[in-house]
């Protein structure tokens, strides 16, 4: 606290002299964007390693913050000021994204996927693989819908089943 004052109590105190002495100094953005693209770009295996080792703390921390990620998806305005972000972001922003980032990680990203979408498929295709489903009508018949919700109700309690044992 002593600190805080004392930095506050400082920059209180100096202001007034660096506008007395001119405008500050600021990089040109050019320059700026330049230096962190350089910086951000040789930062790729540090970010990995990284992000890596911090994966127990992310999870521990995350599953802890429930009760701050109700709050702030349900905080007043929240739906408008989603949109505004999506408006100030607009259609061009996500084409260009689409266009200089996505595509090119889209296919590695899908091999790096396999195992997850292997593991959380496969319950779902074993219960529609345990199914025995009510006759099949003759074509255009009702009845044939309830084929569809029995597969629906069957996958549904799967999903359940699979949340209350703390699966996906």
């Given at each position: 606290?002593k600190k805080k004052l004392s930095t506050l109590l400082y920059l ?29 770009s040789r930062s790729a295996e540090a970010f990995a390693t990284e ?118």
């Open positions: 606290m209180v105190l100096t202001f007034p002299i660096l506008l007395f002495l001119g405008a500050l100094k600021v990089k040109p953005i050019d320059a700026s964007a330049t230096k962190w693209m350089d910086n951000a992000a890596e080792a911090s994966a127990e703390a992310w999870a521990r921390n995350t599953a802890a913050a429930a009760d701050t990620f109700h709050q702030a998806i349900s905080a007043p305005g929240i739906k408008e000021r989603f949109r505004r972000g999506v408006t100030r972001a607009g259609a061009q922003k996500f084409a260009r994204k689409i266009r200089d980032v996505a595509r090119d990680r889209f296919a590695p990203g899908v091999t790096a996927a396999l195992a997850d979408y292997k593991a959380g498929a496969e319950p779902y295709l074993q219960t529609i693989a345990g199914l025995t489903l009510s006759s099949r009508k003759p074509r255009g018949d009702p009845a044939n819908y309830r084929r569809v919700e029995e597969v629906g109700k069957a996958l549904n309690a799967k999903r359940l089943a699979m949340l209350g044992s703390g699966g996906g």
